[in-house]
């Protein structure tokens, strides 16, 4: 577990760090931590908010990004024997990382997953709420160019992800897709039309 | 910049489309069409490239540092994986490269 709570913990800082930046009070910046519990949903959130897109977008842009939890939750209950109550937190707290967890090499029993559950979500929002209360006194952040954290930090979550040369192809369509659209479209719209035709053309040329 | 006004729904529309996912997963039994399986598995990689791109230009003509510093950060995620040390590296290169130029 160690390791992934000293990955979280600084993308944590990262995010609560561009909130504020964003515009985002202390206890909105918390209060995306304590109830959505993403982290990309959540920095693009942040992100999007911060170019003036509006809520629709938002939500479709999380939704898109964090539709993949269907997946793990499909294979953590065939897995893992839960009672109703207990899918119902462990749905709450699912993360990537638990889930990696949690059939990569855990006990595979509830207390396993909630215990790495819990240990994430704690460490996710100490973390977030100690890069709010910093990220509000940095000065003049945009000077510093803090914007450049957010395609970075994207670029880090995106290349670990890139296995073979198909995921690299859809990267590179989405990417370039997202970019043109861009120039003429506002906001999350760039974001939602590259992400879903960049995912249906892998999909197609995995067929 | 903006405060962003719509703050509240917006986050409880976030927190009800991402519980959603997460629990429709462990309460319904079903198996999904490998078609939309492998069009989940492409969703992120998707997403994230499309989150990079418009951003990674900037607004203060610092296009072509930019650019040298994520393609270093690139690597370092490409060679390490690590998630904060990508970070660290792309920020430290461009704070570097705009102190030179």
Redesign the interface.
Known sequence: MMPLWLGVAPFALAYAVLARNAGLSIVETQALSLLVFAGSAQVSAVGLFSRGVGGLEIVLTTFLLNVRHVLYGMSLGRVVPMTRRERLIGAYLLTDEAYGVSVARGARSFPFVLGAEVSLFLVWNVTTLVGALVGGVIPDPERLGVDFVFPVAFLALLVPLLRLKVDVAVALVAGVAAWLLAKWLPGGVPVLGAGVSGALLGAWLTR | ????V??W???????A???G??????????R?PS??????????????????????E?S?G?GGI?FA??GL??VV??RT????L???V??AA??LL?LVY
């Open positions: 910049m903006a405060h962003p719509s703050f729904p917006t986050c409880l529309a976030m927190l489309v991402t519980f996912s997460r629990l429709t997963g462990l309460l319904v039994r079903m999904l078609y939309w399986l492998r069009f989940l598995h492409f969703v992120p990689i998707a997403v994230f490239a499309a989150l990079i791109t418009p951003s990674l900037g203060r610092e930019r510093a994520a950060a690139g995620a490409w994986r690590h998630l904060a990508t970070i660290a792309g920020l461009f704070w705009r």
